[in-house]
């Protein structure tokens, strides 16, 4: 917590993680490159496998 501002480190995560529900709808790379994660009421679930994932800004790009 800073300045009354709660940051999450999501670089970790993995499918069956908690996120916020403010991230509903959102798209994150999994922490080893592999899939494609999206917050899904509130929890973090596998949408795609990937040979890499990247993420530039907010877009992730998934090489099947």
């Known amino acids: 917590e800073q300045s009354g501002t709660v940051r999450c480190d999501t670089s970790a995560n993995r499918a069956g993680d908690n996120c916020a529900l ?13 899939a494609v994660l999206e917050c899904r009421m509130g929890v973090l679930v596998e949408t795609a496998e990937c040979l890499s994932c990247s993420q530039s800004g907010s877009q992730l790009v998934c090489q099947q």
């Open 22 to 34: 403010s991230a509903e709808g959102r798209g994150l790379c999994s922490a080893d490159g592999l």
